[in-house]
């Protein structure tokens, strides 16, 4: 049997980012790109946190989960405000880990936990749907392109 360290470093495939917004202010709407230059202080053109929330990443198949939490079907990924959408591998399971999206390498840090807006935007119910779902923040290790379509890996 593989020893724990083997088991949690291994991962199945790369996933690829298959959405990229932006918000130039809080409380605007999320608005799609197709690629983005991302630095220390996150992407550029962004309403964001430099530090460990200078970028923030969910994945793709946690759209469809909160979804389903809320009786419809997936939700869109602007509403929940994240920048980057990443299809294919689990996020969870990079947490604190160097990962490469594109050109820019990337540190998954803290959860990113949904805010009493989602409330306002997903409906009775939005905030608990999120939890537990909502992705990830992430700090910047290494400026770089980020393009619809790239692998996401670990390093």
Same mark, same amino acid.
């Given at each position: 049997?593989?020893?724990?360290?083997?088991?949690?470093?291994?991962?199945?495939?790369?996933?690829?980012?298959?959405?990229?917004?932006?918000?130039? %202010?809080?409380?605007?709407?999320?608005?799609?790109?197709? %690629?983005?230059?991302?630095?220390?202080?996150?992407?550029?053109?962004?309403?964001?946190?430099?530090?460990?929330?200078?970028?923030?990443?969910?994945?793709?198949? %946690? /759209?469809?989960?909160?979804?389903?939490? /809320?009786?419809?079907?997936?939700?869109?990924?602007?509403?929940?405000?994240?920048?980057?959408?990443?299809?294919?591998?689990?996020?969870?399971?990079?947490?604190?880990?160097?990962?490469?999206?594109?050109?820019?390498?990337?540190?998954?840090?803290?959860?990113?936990?949904?805010?009493?807006?989602?409330?306002?935007? /997903?409906?009775?119910?939005?905030?608990?749907?999120?939890?537990?779902?909502?992705?990830?923040?992430?700090?910047?290790?290494?400026?770089?392109?980020?393009? /619809?379509?790239?692998?996401?890996?670990?390093?």
């Amino acid at each position: 049997m593989a020893d724990l360290k083997a088991l949690i470093a291994g991962y199945a495939q790369s996933g690829q980012v298959t959405w990229i917004g932006l918000r130039a %202010q809080r409380r605007v709407d999320m608005q799609p790109v197709p %690629q983005i230059m991302v630095h220390d202080s996150g992407l550029e053109g962004d309403h964001a946190r430099p530090g460990k929330r200078a970028v923030t990443l969910i994945q793709a198949e %946690q /759209l469809a989960v909160i979804g389903a939490m /809320l009786g419809r079907d997936a939700v869109p990924p602007d509403i929940l405000r994240r920048n980057l959408v990443v299809a294919g591998i689990n996020l969870s399971a990079l947490k604190g880990r160097l990962v490469r999206v594109g050109q820019a390498v990337l540190s998954f840090d803290v959860i990113c936990a949904p805010c009493s807006r989602m409330e306002e935007a /997903l409906g009775r119910g939005g905030y608990s749907a999120v939890r537990g779902h909502g992705g990830w923040c992430a700090s910047v290790h290494t400026s770089g392109l980020i393009r /619809l379509g790239d692998s996401v890996s670990p390093i």
